[in-house]
């Protein structure tokens, strides 16, 4: 069984998961108390980092590593 995603062919995945970050973001900020505004500030930053997370699997960005604390992008090692 295959999920069709309608505008996969014209927008790429990673600009789906930053649309559901925003959602959850406006969210949060119409939530009506402190645990649901940082459950849905949590599902915000869940969503990003698989958009960045798609980037890198798309080749849109370097893969980075952390060295002592500091992020580094491969191609500068």
Same mark, same amino acid.
């Given at each position: 069984m295959?999920?069709? +995603?309608? /505008?996969?062919?014209?927008? #790429?995945?990673?600009e789906?998961? &930053? *649309? %559901?970050? *925003?959602?959850?973001?406006q969210l !949060?900020?119409? !939530?009506?108390n402190?645990?649901?505004? &940082? /459950? +849905? #500030? =949590?599902?915000? !930053? !869940?969503w =990003?980092?698989?958009a ?5 699997l798309d080749? *849109?960005i370097?893969?980075? =590593? /952390?060295? %002592?604390?500091v992020?580094l992008h491969? %191609?500068?090692?």
């Amino acid at each position: 069984m295959s999920v069709n +995603y309608p /505008r996969e062919d014209s927008v #790429k995945q990673s600009e789906i998961f &930053r *649309e %559901n970050a *925003e959602h959850c973001a406006q969210l !949060a900020e119409s !939530a009506s108390n402190e645990p649901t505004y &940082r /459950r +849905y #500030k =949590r599902m915000e !930053a !869940a969503w =990003r980092a698989l958009a960045h997370e798609q980037d890198w699997l798309d080749g *849109e960005i370097a893969p980075t =590593r /952390r060295l %002592n604390g500091v992020t580094l992008h491969t %191609n500068a090692l």
